[in-house]
Structures are given as structure tokens and as C-alpha cells.
């Protein structure tokens, strides 16, 4: 348990659940070394406890849904970031310069007043969180599941793909314990810090791919790119230089991504016919807690149906990244059909594609 963490339901609602969430994301963001983020998000913390006002600080107290499940730290935490990245306010450098003895509350606070026009429509939607590093989970995910007897080429569907970074993972190359998977002159490279027993080498193929979201980030255009990289953690500067490559791939070549949800999506592509000789997969990485209860229903019982019908030349396949809050792991974790419909654990993982202990 990372400490600071009060373990709460994830859809929980009402007085002091607010407060809670920017308590936890605090603690999730110093655990994860990014003090700066933890910096920007414990002053809003504070903002909120002392009861300083404005339109934009009122509508975080009043949040009417689960602010855990809809990520409200990182949505503001996201547009004040951008405030910086833009230049617009000066004085949030000395924050993200990680600066000390310097108030970060009055700071922040001078920040949304000035610009709360701005920042409010950052809490309309969820954090993209869009991260090439998750990749490396669903190819060692596919290396296992050709291992299992399945057939090497997949055919991917991505629920919540965001701007599609991870619809190019047959772009990248991979290092995986010495299992190395894609093409030598890759736009990015991977080599993840691996504990445990290497994947199977496995020689697969990604067919096709293809995902969606409620709200497709277009990495061709500037505004959409910076709204992405306003949601990485400025600590992390790796992942700038991946969304630079990221921008510029898809650029060359976009990737297939339509604006639908995940239900409507995933009952959609199902429908399909299906190659013999390839896998079918739904993942999705980070994104599960975004999507409404109903439409999870309708995605497990569109899955389970398709499964029941699935034959060893026509196999379907769900991989997933998604976060543990109890043990505050992100897991990686597979089922399949035929077979018995039970998930395995492969392993656990860094969110952002850092690290991978391998448990399969």
C-alpha cells in the first residue's frame, strides 16, 4: 500500500470524498516520483480545504459523479499543466522547476483565477493518458497467447485508444528479457526493466488494427497534441520524446481510429467475419475505469457470446492493463476462447511501460 493511500470504493460519492481523491493522488504521485505533479495537485488540495472560491474550485467541491473513478485531480491537475507548456503563466515555473521554499497554493490559485475560463472546460472529459510504453504489455500478452497454441496473427481492437498511439505498437520494436519482437528500424524502441522469466519467443504478426474513444485525439493537429502532453507528468521526460515520435508517425500514416464507444464498438467489429488463421483481440490499457457500468456489461456479454462461438482457427482473445487500486498495481491479464473463460495473470506492470514483472 503506497503510504498516505486511504484505500476508498472507486465510485464513491459525496462529502469528503472529493478531498480524498486529491489526498490519494498526491500519495499515488510522490510513490511514483513525480513531485512536481504531487506539487501542483496539494496545493489544489489545499485550495479546497482553506475554501478559496471561484467557478472553478466550486464545481470540484460540487462534483456530482465518483471523482476517483473520473480521475478529477488529473483533469485540473492536466490544465494547469498546460498553462505552463504554453507560457501563458510565468510564475508555475518555479513549480515545475520543482523550486523550493516558494507557496505553491498561492501560486496555482493566482493561476485559476486568472485563467479559470480556460481550465473549467478541463473537466469535462477524462485524462488522455496515451502512452506508447504500454505496448510492450500487449505484445508480451500476444507472445503468451501464440505460446498457448493460438494463432500468431491478431487482429487488434482497441477500446479508449485515445489518439491511437498504441494502434501503431506493430511500429515499434521491442526488447523483452531478450525476446525481441518488431521491425529493426523502428520510430521507437522498448526495453522495459523485466523481472521474472522472459515471455515466449514467439514469432506473431499484427494483421490489423484498429480502436475507438468517445473523444479521438487527432496528434496532426497542435491544440488535440497538447491537451496530450499537458496529461504527462512533466517529471517524466522520456514520454515527451515518444509523444514527438508518436506526432510524427502518425502523421505519415494515421492510425484506424473512429469516434464510438466502447460497447457500441466492441459489438460492432464482433459482428465481423474472422479470418481463419487469426486471433481477434480486444485491449485496452487504463481505460476500464472510464467506461460506464452499462457499457462494461454490454463488452463482457458481447465478449462472452463471441468466446462461446470462437474455434481454435477463429480463437478471441481480452487483454488488459488496468489498475489494482487495492494493491495499487497496474496488471496485465488475459483471457481467451476456446477455453474456460477464466483470466490469467501474466503480470504486474509500471503504468507507463517502465517495468514488467513477469508472473506468467
Known sequence: MVQGYEFIDINAKGEGIVVAAFDNQVAYCRASGATVTARVVAALRDLLDRGEGGALLGAIRAWPSAPLADALPLRVAGGI????????????????????????AAIVAAAIHRYEARLLPWLDGPPQTNEAGRSSNFIAAMLWLADQGLPPRFECLEIGSSAGINLMLDRYHYDLAGVEVGPEHAAMRFKPEWQGSPPPARAIEIVSTKGCDVAPVDLTDPDQALRLKAYIWPEHAVRFARMAIAIAEAGQTPPNLVKMNAADFIEFELAKPQAAGTTRVMMHSVVWQYVPADQQERITRAMEAAGAAATAERPLAWISLEANRLLHLHETSVLYWPGDGEPVQLATAHPHGASITWQA
Open 81 to 104: 499543466h498546460s498553462l505552463h507548456l504554453t507560457g501563458v503563466e510565468r510564475d508555475l515555473a518555479a513549480i515545475y522547476e520543482d523550486r523550493a521554499g516558494i507557496d505553491d
